[in-house]
């Protein structure tokens, strides 16, 4: 019996403007989430590695066991985000993230 065919949603890429890739609905959403929960609101926002290791925590062991794959979605949740302007990368390196000031001020 052939499994399911599950849902995709099309997510953006800051690095590549224009283009939507299509990734799994689901895996996605939960990384969203869980990414949205743990993001510092201001800047100086916190490094790829420190969201990584807070975000694991608030992901359905289901689609993500034992934390597996998490760090290729929340790339993926990061570049669709800040595609999106949801979320901010500060100027100066490391690379910082935080939420976007204007979606502070809703």
């Known amino acids: 019996m052939p499994t399911p065919k599950r849902k995709t949603i099309g997510v953006e890429n800051v690095i ?5 890739y299509q990734v799994d609905a ?13 993001i510092p609101k201001k ?5 790829p590695a420190e969201i990584l290791k807070r975000v694991v925590a ?5 689609l993500f066991p034992g934390g597996a794959t998490a ?7 990061q570049l669709d985000l800040e595609a ?11 690379v910082r993230l935080h939420l976007s000031s204007q979606r502070r001020g809703r």
């Open 84 to 94: 999106k302007g949801i979320i901010e990368r500060e100027v100066k390196p490391p």
């Open 43 to 47: 800047a100086p926002g916190a490094t």
């Open 58 to 62: 608030h992901l359905p062991n289901q």
């Open 26 to 38: 689901e895996k996605y959403e939960a990384m969203k989430d869980a990414f949205l929960k743990v």
């Open 16 to 20: 590549r403007p224009g283009h939507v």
């Open 71 to 77: 760090g290729w979605w929340m790339k993926t949740a």
